[in-house]
């Protein structure tokens, strides 16, 4: 599906507005620094659930394979927006530092004011392009709704699988259709590669993402 087809006319104007008009990193970086001061009462209103599915889905792996992430661990947010993410992580229990990685300087000051995140990275995430960020550093890197197919796609997961400590957990949530699209071949070839495992993949039930739309999260490790 493309993006154009995935904005239905039920759709907000600014969801509708994000998947028409947006084709690049820089894009998408010019529309959250637009519209920060919307974001959080625009996704209420659509009951977005993605962040609580993002730690469902890492506490049910956790659960399930006994590999624990540290509680007291150190953590990234990429693409932490106005800290919705880091929020649910924190309400799953994780109380270690947490960075944010947020190029946005308007989303990121509704974030800071939440006092959760301890180091702040502006940087925007190009394919196949180191940010600032220390390579083997983080327990856990989490990403929630940032990844799609217009702008940070799926050539970008390898930047954020390298900000990992070996071993490490890397969590990420987004919309389901770009699973079946594009990402599902992008993991595969990370496995292949022996880049990462893949630990569990949670299709979350209709609505669970926001609105009508379905999420996806997965759990890899690097290796
Ligand atoms: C839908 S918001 C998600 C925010 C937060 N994670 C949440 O769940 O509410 C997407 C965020 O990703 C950021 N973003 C978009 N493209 C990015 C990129 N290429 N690199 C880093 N961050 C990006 C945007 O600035 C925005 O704050």
Redo the contacts with the bound molecule.
Sequence with gaps: MTDSQQASGKDSKWIQN?YTTIKS?AD??T???NT?NE??QT?KSLN?S??DH?MKTLKNFEQKSGTLVPKDGKFI??????????E?LRRAGYTGQMDA????EN??QVAKEKNIYSNWFS????PDKE?SVPSDTYDLVF????F?NR??TSN?LGEVIRMAKPGGIIAI?HNYDYWEGDYKHAVNNLVEQKTVELKALEISSEGEYYGEKTACAYILQKL
């Design positions: 994000l990193p998408e970086l529309y959250y620094e920060a974001y959080e996704l977005y993605a962040p993002c947010d990429i693409g932490a927006g106005t800290g919705m993410s880091g649910a990685l947020e190029p946005s989303m990121y940087d925007l995430i190009w940010t990403s929630v709704g940032v799609n702008s940070t970008c949530t």
